[in-house]
């Protein structure tokens, strides 16, 4: 295992390697990250697509991507697998130091071992229910789970996986699945057990922060059945691990297609009024990662020709996407998946240049409005 985890001196180092992308570092959680981070939630769970990652992933941490961003269900274990072997590879080689990097994983989901198994009911049955890690009544649709000792277990498997002592970030993922089956009261009940189970593993030193990466929760209004109250769960945070509590990352989709983040006035403020979930996280000391920058692909290719002049000197439609992301105040990592070193390449032009200025994205709010 990789002892440490990233901190505040190694990770500026590693920045100031990288002096021909002067605005692509930001400061979030009291490290230094890259504006871009990469992802590696899509692809086949084959060994194909094992080894583009590899190359990607090693290119990306040689060329100014410190922030991976994984899941323990993510292709089947697959993808934090791949991450910890090139991290071990390329540390082992001198070519990065454990602490410039920043980790990122998440539990939640169930996951098979690299593969389906040929009949997943007993495989699942035999390894988490017959262990005791699980019992069927903790699953949400069948498939979800948040007690903590199902964390805690998601946790070692991740750390293996990983080859990581610490990992820097650890994410609820989709908490707001649990809500399709579960009461407001329960739901923080379970919110605030999860809790108490990261912030003992972040004073164990098994977890650096950890947060809550969703899809809809953010997104929808507070009528919703998924709505995630921002407030609410710094509040449960605080119960759980006091004033200093660990809960400071969250993770949502935002791209050119849902700008929900930046438009939304869904959360409430700490002044009582209502904001956007930006304004929400900033309030509460809380970096926000968007997911999804490229729409899973589909803001690729395509896009209206208003993009072109309000980024200018850009050379993809990736790139305008992503540069949207990125410079979207109060979004710290703009998050896209990456399995190849072309797009990884490609994307790494994005960090060459400055943010647009605020100004420039108001204008395109409008244009678009
Ligand atoms: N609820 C959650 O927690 C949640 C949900 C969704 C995503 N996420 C996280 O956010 C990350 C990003 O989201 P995502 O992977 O779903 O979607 P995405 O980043 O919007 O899009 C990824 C897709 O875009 C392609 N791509 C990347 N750069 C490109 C370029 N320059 N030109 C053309 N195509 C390009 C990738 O292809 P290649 O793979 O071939 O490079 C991949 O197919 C995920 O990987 C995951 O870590 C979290």
């Known amino acids: 295992m990789l002892k440490g985890h990233a901190t505040a001196q190694a990770t500026a180092a590693y920045a100031s390697r990288f002096a021909d992308l002067p605005g692509n570092f930001r400061k979030m959680i009291g490290v230094t990250v890259s504006s871009i981070g990469l992802g590696t939630y899509l692809g086949e769970p084959d060994s194909a697509t094992d080894a583009a990652y590899a190359d990607a992933i090693r290119l990306a941490l040689a060329g100014g991507i410190n922030l991976l961003d994984t899941a323990v269900n993510y292709r089947f274990q697959r993808s934090e697998r791949t991450i910890g072997a090139v991290l071990q590879e390329m540390v082992k080689r001198g070519d990065i130091r454990r602490d410039e990097a920043v980790i990122a994983t998440k539990g939640g989901y169930i996951t098979f071992d690299g ?102 929760g953010f997104r929808v209004a507070p009528e919703d059945r998924s709505y995630l109250s921002l407030t609410e769960m710094a509040a449960l945070a605080e119960e759980a691990g006091g004033k200093d509590h660990r ?46 920058s490229l729409l899973q692909g589909r803001l690729t290719r395509g896009l209206p020709p208003l993009l072109n002049d309000a980024f200018d000197g850009l050379e993809s439609d990736a790139q305008r996407a992503l540069q949207f992301v990125r410079s979207t105040p109060g979004i710290s990592v703009a998050l896209a998946g990456m399995s190849s070193t072309a797009h990884v390449a490609d994307n790494l032009g994005v960090a060459r240049r400055p943010p647009a200025p605020f100004d420039r994205l108001m204008r395109l709010f409008k244009k678009v409005a």
């Not at 989709?253 to 869904?266: C, D, G, I, S, V």
């Open 115 to 216: 593969a389906v198994p040929p009949d997943p009911r007993r495989w699942f049955e035999e390894r988490f229910i017959r262990t005791g890690i699980v019992a069927s009544s903790d699953l949400v649709e069948g498939s979800h789970c948040l007690t903590p000792r199902w964390l805690a277990a998601m946790i070692e498997m991740s750390r293996a996986n990983l080859g990581l002592e610490t990992i820097d970030i650890y994410y609820l993922h989709n908490p707001e699945a649990q809500l399709a089956a579960i009461g407001r009261d329960e739901f923080r009940r379970r919110i605030r057990a999860a809790f108490e189970l990261l912030e003992a593993k972040a004073a164990e030193g098994q977890i650096g922060v950890y947060g809550a990466a969703t899809w809809n």
């Open 247 to 292: 809960f400071r990352v969250i993770q949502m989709p935002y791209n050119l297609a849902m700008a929900e983040a930046f438009t939304a006035r869904n959360q409430r403020l700490p002044d009582g009024a209502m904001g956007n979930t930006l304004a929400a996280a900033d309030a509460l000391g809380i970096a926000v990662c968007a997911s999804a």
